[in-house]
């Protein structure tokens, strides 16, 4: 069982940046990828960045690619999400998930999630 809780959303204008922080408890979280979907209204789950267990292998949606960036403190077991450059088209409930390889690799979606948080990006 793996338990996942997102804070860091808000507000921001149009090309300004934040951090969202993921973190993670339960067993066996060194085994698990975690990373970073996104729902924007209206529309399905976005996959959005995944980092590998080991920290060695980071994955990225075609449309966050050179804005945002992952990272994973194993120590601290968080996982983060630096966002640059930020649009509208950003503003979505951004969700951590974690064995998110899965999505990457073949589409299928993870199976354990956090509750989200809202990122809004103002024009």
């Known amino acids: 069982q793996v338990q996942l809780v997102e804070s860091g959303g808000g507000l921001v204008q149009s090309g300004g940046s934040l951090r969202l922080s993921c973190a993670a408890s339960?067993?066996?979280?060194?085994?698990?990828?975690i990373g970073w979907f996104r729902q924007a209204p209206g529309k399905g789950r976005e996959g959005v960045s995944c980092v590998s267990s080991n920290n060695n292998n980071t994955y990225y949606g075609d449309s966050v690619k050179g804005r945002f960036t992952i990272s994973r403190d194993n120590s601290k077991n968080t996982v983060y999400l630096q966002m640059h450059s930020l649009t509208p088209e950003d503003t979505a409930v951004y969700y951590c998930a974690a064995d998110c390889l899965t999505y990457f690799s073949a589409h299928y979606y993870p199976y354990y999630w956090g509750q989200g948080t809202q990122v809004t990006v103002s024009s």
């Open positions: 339960g067993r066996f979280l060194d085994d698990y990828a």
